[in-house]
């Protein structure tokens, strides 16, 4: 039995309570945390909060060379554990499907994600939110500024009135997470009076919202990971309210973007 369990966004209590149960059932239990991790707290915290040990693999044991989980997973209860929701991922998705290809029977934990507390804490609303994309270090894809990728997607969203969550690229074995104001500076290049949300910390008992032009974003610091962006689209009158009460955007930029 292999069950693919979302963690929630920020530390050891985030996950559900059946997500909690289905790990106290587990036999074995591997992470990753390349795609994103918890930042309030550790593996080790993980392991003492569920009395279980956590064996954590890198991309390479999850996407190329999962034998061993699915082996384990053959003779006993495994449980494969994420941040945020476990199917967000294609990396999961892939492995579930070998999972199911050998005969092993399979179950999804989920958790909350990251675009549903983007949603959720911005005030716009979810079903107005159209693909979204991720903001690369320059270094990661080998160019300079923003991919052209990114920049075709967000703008086909913003020419349907859509909004656009954006994460920000994590280098999680180099201890490196794109900030808000560095995110916003590279976009500003490109879209400098633009409305964004920053949304900073989301899950943890004190998140931060920004809403502003990127590049006033882009003059501020935000703190401690995880961040990501939202370039909203054409604002419903109770979105461009909710900006303006819990991200504090001013009048003149939220009237740009009212449809």
Known sequence: MLTF?????????????????????????????????????????????H???????DRAGVEQHPEDILDAAEDAHVAFLTAGDT??????????????????DTRVVH???????????????????GKAVTLPFPYA??????????????????????????????????????????????????WEDVLAVAVVRAGSPEPTVAADRLSALAEREF???????VIPGDLHHVESDALATLGGAPEDVLAENEA
């Open 5 to 49: 369990i979302g963690l929630g966004l920020y530390d050891e209590r985030s996950i559900t309570v059946e997500g909690r149960e289905a790990l106290a059932d587990a036999d074995r239990a591997f992470a990753e945390v390349y795609t994103s991790h918890l930042v309030g707290a550790t593996v080790d915290d993980l392991s003492d909060a």
């Open 111 to 129: 958790g909350v994600t990251a675009q549903t507390a983007a949603s959720g804490l911005t005030g716009l609303q979810n079903y107005r939110f």
């Open 141 to 190: 894809h080998g160019a300079d500024g923003v991919p052209q990728s990114v920049v075709d997607s967000i703008e086909a969203n913003r020419e349907r009135g859509l909004h656009t969550v954006v994460y920000l690229d994590i280098k999680a074995d180099r201890g490196e997470y794109m900030t808000a104001d560095v995110a916003s500076e590279m976009l500003a290049e490109g």
């Open 87 to 104: 199917m967000i991922s294609t990396t999961h998705v892939d492995l579930r499907l070998r999972a199911i290809e050998r005969g092993i």
């Open 223 to 229: 703190g401690d990971p995880l961040h990501l962006l």
């Open 51 to 57: 009395g279980i040990d956590i064996e954590v693999r």
